[in-house]
């Protein structure tokens, strides 16, 4: 796979970057990895080293954290891009089966060609502070066709997927408003920029960029059973 040149700080840091299949400017057609290309760098085993601040933030949000984890799986999203809707459900198994052993985490990137992803990131975050990030996150992405492209109406339409689950409107309404939440996104979208991430769905595994199929579980979960038998 060809690699790109990420920031200084974060070589620094260990993570090494590969172009992704899916939305954003290095983004291969059709989802899936070139085969024709070298293969990724490997991921390395859990140690204890710090993980970049850009990476993993003290709040970042978790779908699964087991109490010792032996690897760190970051997801950076689009909510606006099919790839990260299929990538969810990649996501989704991989939880299922490595509850006990792999901490995932999930972060907005918000790409600059997607002009309804930040209002769906902020919609997803608003229901996350009701501890309902992957209903909302599900909800979002199945209903992607309703909005993505929508010029009007979007936040009506977003709004009704947090009904849906039964949330608290009152509060969902003030959070999807909220300067935390927006800042929060734009914190994402930051970190994002920052380690040089050119696409998405970005599956970070121990501080190594993967290239993942997101019609193919086998290629995310290959590269996890790997870091967990080293």
């Known amino acids: 796979m060809t690699r790109v040149k990420i920031a200084a700080s974060v070589v620094a840091a260990g993570l090494t970057a590969v172009l992704l299949a899916g939305c954003g400017q290095t983004a291969a ?5 070139a085969s024709s ?4 760098s490997q991921p390395q085993p859990a140690t204890a080293k710090a993980v970049p601040t850009e990476l993993v933030r003290a709040d970042s949000r978790e779908v699964n954290a087991p109490a010792s984890a032996k690897a760190i799986l970051v997801l950076f999203t689009d909510y606006q891009c099919p790839y990260c809707a299929k ?5 989704q198994k991989a939880k299922a089966e490595y509850a006990d052993s792999v901490r995932i985490v999930v972060r907005n990137y918000p790409l600059p060609m997607h002009q309804n992803a ?7 975050e608003a229901a996350a502070e009701q501890g309902a990030l992957e ?3 599900s909800a979002v992405f199945l209903g992607q066709q309703s909005w993505a492209k929508a010029t009007e109406g979007q936040r009506e339409t977003l709004r009704g997927f947090a009904q849906g689950l039964g949330l608290d409107m009152a509060r969902f309404d003030a959070d999807f408003a909220s300067a935390k939440v927006q800042n929060r996104v734009a914190q994402d979208l930051q970190d994002a920029t920052a380690l040089g991430l050119k696409g998405t769905p970005s599956v970070v595994l121990n501080g190594s960029l993967l ?3 997101s019609s193919d579980y086998a290629t995310l979960k290959n590269p996890i059973d790997q870091v967990l038998a080293g």
């Open 87 to 91: 990538m969810d459900l990649l996501i």
């Open 211 to 213: 290239s993942v199929d």
């Open 37 to 40: 290309q070298s293969s990724a």
């Open 29 to 33: 057609s059709g989802g899936q990895s």
């Open 118 to 124: 930040p209002l769906a990131a902020q919609a997803v």
């Open 135 to 137: 209903p909302m996150a």
